[in-house]
Structure formats: structure tokens, C-alpha cells
């Protein structure tokens, strides 16, 4: 009796912890908007406090490794830091430097719960996950490449939660294959995704639209490309089970509807970005909200036979439920703010080109330099924020012969690189746990050629483009 007394205690408690941490993450968003919208009048101050708050009223929501990893980058930021004695402000800085990460991930939650109840997300999962062989791996990926670009990982998650309860052995390997490589390929240019808001943020005066195209035109690539592998590493012997053909109604206008969803929101973002002028996490926070709340109240008017309503109440639980696995990437992102703050304190930048050029590394060659040394560090376990906020702090563009633009597009191609390559990624984890097997082998033996071979095709593309831009050789 006392025992079952105490469990009631403990679930109402930690439900109040995650309707605190909730609170304190929506009250953190608010203010960081604020302070985009009327900078300078301290709002930021109370941001990073709420953020603290969000953190500290869960802690068992961030993984052991996460809380290890987080704290020995602060202990080596802080001591980089106190060789300058500029302590403070690297703490601050990596404090205010994880608003953005908050408020675009937040926002991007928002538009979790009606992308999911929505019938014609349900639609296009339904047809994606029932082709043919032949057509399957690249339809896949396409599929997860553009659902993740609007919703992150939310589309992904739900392609991937069909594949599990559909496909078994190898052939679920290779789904689960397409789907985490087309949804990595959207970092090298989809607005909602954390890289996009950390790149811009390094490059003050780098807008979105700047980099678009070309990244779009890199993702493509590292989909066919995966198709490739996929076509010519199959195993012989592999067979698929005889599949009843699925009946499905409403396809294309299922597939319409999501179109336009996908280009009133990207354009608005488009939009909105070049009217407020506002940083690209607060213009997407303000965007999606909007965006996220038209949406619901659509799917509330809407009565579709044999799929259920959507519900306030399912809403603000899958928000808060959503909100509560954003706290371990919070603590790496403040770790990876306050160790890249220490390191540019303390290591000179000039120092770095000029021991890189000793070994030949100078103006076109940063840029296979750096993409290997970012997979590098991801195939030991760190997050590819980690080296990119270092490289965005100590390797300013102007100082390696390269643009703006160019930096951006390698650090974007190399964050999703990393995202499959690394065995700690959020990513790996899910979709080893999916398929039953290691991380470790997920990351190196099943992703180790493809991600070398995104590498040679992303030095290969953005050395052309830092070409088209009038850079040298």
C-alpha cells in the first residue's frame, strides 16, 4: 500500500516537474523573441534564466553521457577561458548563445502534433512506405528528406515508426537507411533545422536565402548518391515477402495539400525573414507559431471518417511531452557554446592558419581540411556543433580565403555528415534502437562509406561554388 502510495507520489510529481520545465521553456522562448524584437532592454538576461530553469527541473531527461560530455566541455571552456580571465563572459555567452537552439527547436515541436494527426501526412506514409522494390530507397529518402526539412524530426520519426511495424531483417535496414540519410541531407539547407540557426548566428550578416539554393542542389546529390550505395551494396540474397498491393484514396490530393503546406511556410519564413530583418531562430519561432496554430484549427474544423479529432488537451501534451527531450541537446549546446567561447579566447586564430599552412593547408584546400577533421571528431562520439562552434569562433571566413557563403555550406554539409556518421548522434541512437543493433556498427560499418563518400561529393560541390563566387584555387 505504501509502496503504490509512493508511486502516485512520484508520477504527480514528475508531472508537475514537466509542466514546470514546460512553462519555463515556453516563458524562455517568449523573452527570446522579445529581445529579438526590442534588443538591448535585458530580456535575455531573464531568457537564459527560464532556460536554466527548463534544464535543472528535469535532469533525469538528459543521458548520463550527454550530462558527462556537457560538463567536461564547460570545465575545459572555463579553464581555456581563465587564461584570459574572461570566465564571465564565456559562460554568458554560452548561455545567451543557446536562446537560438531553444527557440527554434521549441517552435519546430509546435508543428509535431498536427503534422502527425494530420490524414494526409498519414496518406503520404501510407504510399512512400509501399513501393515497389526498385523505387523504394529514393522515394524513401526523398520522402524523409522533405517531411524532416518542415517538421525535423518529427517527419522522420514518423516514416520511420511505419517502417518498423512494416519490414523486417535487411530490407528494414535499408529503409531505416534511406530515411536517416535523406533526413540528414536536409541540414545542408531546410530553415528548421538547428545547423541553419547555429551557421547564420556565427555569420551575423549571412541570411538563409543566401545559401538556399546551393544547399537544396548539395541535398539532392547526397540522395542520389545514397540511392547508389544502396543499389549496389543490397545483399544478393536478400528477399522481400509478397506484398497484398495497397488500395490507396486521395493520393495526389494528399500530396498537393502537403505541397502547399511546405511552400506557405518556407515562403512565409522567406518573407518574413526579409521584412523584420529579425535573427533567423526568432523569425522561424514567430512563423512556425502562426503557421502550427492555422494548422491545428484547421484539422479541428475538418471531420474526416475514421480518423479521429484533434483535441487542445493532446495538443498542449504532446507539446509538453515533445519539450522534455530537447534538455540533453540544450546542456551539449551550452557545453559547446561556453568550450568554443574559451578556445577563441585563448588560442589565436592567426596562429591556426599559419600552423595549417606549414602542412600545406591554404585557401581551396580548408575546405576538404576542415569537413575531415569535423568527421573526424564525429566519429569518436562528438556532436558536430561542438567543432563547428569552435571553427565559427577561431577561423573567422576572411582568414582562410574563403566566403561567408562557402563557410556556411561546409559546415552545413558537415553537420549532417556527422549526423549519421556518429554513433552518439540522436539520430544513430533511434535508429539503432529501431533496427535491435549497435550504434557503433550503425555508424561506422553501415554509414562509414557513405559518409566518406558525402565528403568527396561536398568538397567537390562547394569547391565549385566558391569558384562561381570569384574564389581562387
Known amino acids: ?15 508537475l516537474a514537466a509542466r514546470v520545465g514546460a512553462l519555463a521553456c515556453l516563458a524562455c522562448c517568449v523573452l527570446a523573441v522579445g529581445e529579438g524584437l526590442f534588443p538591448g532592454i535585458g530580456l535575455d538576461r531573464f531568457a537564459v534564466g527560464f532556460l536554466l530553469l527548463y534544464i535543472v527541473s528535469e535532469p533525469r531527461k538528459v543521458l548520463r553521457s550527454q550530462w ?28 545567451r548563445g543557446t536562446l537560438m537552439f531553444i527557440l527554434l527547436f521549441a517552435s519546430v515541436t509546435l508543428l509535431q502534433y498536427p ?32 517531411l524532416s ?18 519490414a523486417a531483417g ?4 535499408r529503409m531505416a537507411l534511406a530515411l536517416s540519410r535523406g533526413f540528414v541531407a536536409a541540414s545542408t539547407w531546410s530553415p528548421f ?32 548518391f545514397g540511392a547508389v550505395c544502396d543499389r549496389f551494396g543490397k545483399r544478393g540474397d536478400t528477399v522481400e515477402e509478397a506484398r497484398v498491393p495497397v488500395v490507396i484514396e486521395g ?43 492555422g494548422w491545428f484549427l484547421i484539422l479541428a474544423a475538418t471531420r474526416t471518417p475514421g480518423v479521429p479529432r484533434v483535441s487542445w488537451s493532446e495538443y498542449g501534451s504532446s507539446l509538453v511531452d515533445n519539450v522534455g527531450g530537447l534538455r540533453g541537446l540544450s546542456v551539449l549546446f551550452i557545453a559547446a557554446n561556453i568550450f568554443g567561447q574559451g578556445v577563441s579566447s585563448a588560442v589565436d586564430g592567426q596562429l591556426l592558419v599559419a600552423a595549417a599552412s606549414k602542412i600545406g593547408v591554404s585557401g581551396v584546400l580548408w ?15 562528438l556532436h558536430s556543433v561542438i567543432m563547428i562552434v569552435i571553427i565559427g569562433h577561431t577561423l573567422p571566413p576572411a582568414a582562410i580565403g574563403l566566403s561567408q557563403q562557402t563557410m556556411a555550406l561546409l559546415m552545413l554539409a558537415s553537420w549532417g555528415i556527422g549526423g549519421v556518421l556518429s554513433p552518439l548522434s540522436n539520430l544513430t541512437l533511434y535508429a539503432a534502437n529501431m533496427l535491435g543493433q549497435s550504434n557503433w556498427s550503425m555508424a561506422w560499418r553501415d554509414n562509414g562509406f557513405y559518409a566518406f563518400g558525402c565528403i568527396v561529393i561536398s568538397t567537390v560541390v562547394i569547391v565549385g561554388f566558391h569558384m562561381m563566387q570569384g574564389g581562387a584555387l
Not at 80 to 94: C, E, F, P, T
Not at 120 to 137: A, D, F
Request: charged share 10%; net charge positive.
Open 149 to 166: 526539412a518542415i517538421t525535423n524530426f518529427a517527419g522522420f520519426a514518423l516514416l520511420a515508426s511505419f517502417v518498423a511495424s512494416s
Open 1 to 15: 500500500m505504501q509502496t503504490a502510495t509512493e508511486d502516485i507520489g512520484t508520477a504527480k510529481s514528475r508531472r
Open 68 to 95: 558527462i560530455m556537457g560538463l567536461a566541455l564547460i570545465a575545459a571552456g572555463i579553464a581555456l577561458a581563465a587564461m584570459r580571465d574572461k570566465v564571465a563572459s564565456a559562460l554568458w555567452q554560452g548561455g
Open 170 to 173: 535487411e530490407l528494414r535496414k
Open 251 to 293: 493520393k495526389q490530393a494528399a500530396m498537393l495539400k502537403l505541397a502547399a503546406l511546405s511552400l506557405i511556410l518556407v515562403g512565409a519564413v522567406a518573407a518574413f525573414d526579409a521584412i523584420a530583418h529579425l535573427s533567423m531562430s526568432a523569425t522561424i519561432a514567430i512563423v512556425v507559431t502562426v503557421f502550427s496554430l
Open 193 to 224: 533545422f538547428l545547423a541553419m540557426a547555429v551557421v547564420v548566428s556565427l555569420m551575423p550578416t549571412l541570411r538563409w536565402v543566401d545559401i538556399a539554393a546551393p544547399g537544396i542542389v548539395l541535398g539532392m546529390l547526397l540522395i542520389v
Open 115 to 146: 503534422a502527425i494527426r494530420s490524414p494526409s501526412m498519414q496518406v503520404v506514409r501510407i504510399i512512400v512506405t509501399n513501393l515497389p522494390p526498385g523505387r523504394r530507397y529514393l522515394w524513401l529518402s526523398l520522402a524523409s528528406h522533405f
Open 367 to 381: 575546405i576538404p581540411f576542415l569537413m575531415f577533421v569535423i568527421a573526424a571528431t564525429s566519429i569518436l562520439g
